[in-house]
């Protein structure tokens, strides 16, 4: 018989397979035979979850700010190199 190890705080439960997602939408990590999590549970705390999208749209503005700076660089040298660099005559 097939079976799938969750655990949720200290309770640990052998299901079916095809209740996995029922259990993981109740807060349950999928865990192999050592006890490591292989899938982490879903949240089901509203809270929780939009204190992960706050942190995660502050990393994308951050991330933003990072490219449009690294742009601007690579712009400015792109600009410097095209001035200093010297015509090419017809004829080399």
């Known amino acids: 018989m097939d079976k799938i190890t969750v655990r949720r705080a200290n309770v640990v439960l052998d299901i079916k397979p095809e209740d996995k997602e029922f259990y993981m939408s109740q807060g349950y990590s999928v865990i192999d035979d050592t006890g490591k999590v292989v899938e982490e549970a879903m949240s089901v705390n509203a809270n929780e979850l939009q ?8 990393q994308l503005a951050d991330a933003e700010k ?20 010297k015509p090419r005559s017809g004829k080399e």
Not at 51 to 58: D, M, N, P
Not at 73 to 79: P, S
């Open 66 to 85: 990072t490219i449009a700076k690294l742009t601007s660089e690579l712009n400015n040298r792109n600009t410097k190199e095209n001035k200093e660099r």
């Open 51 to 58: 204190v992960q999208v706050t942190e995660l749209k502050k």
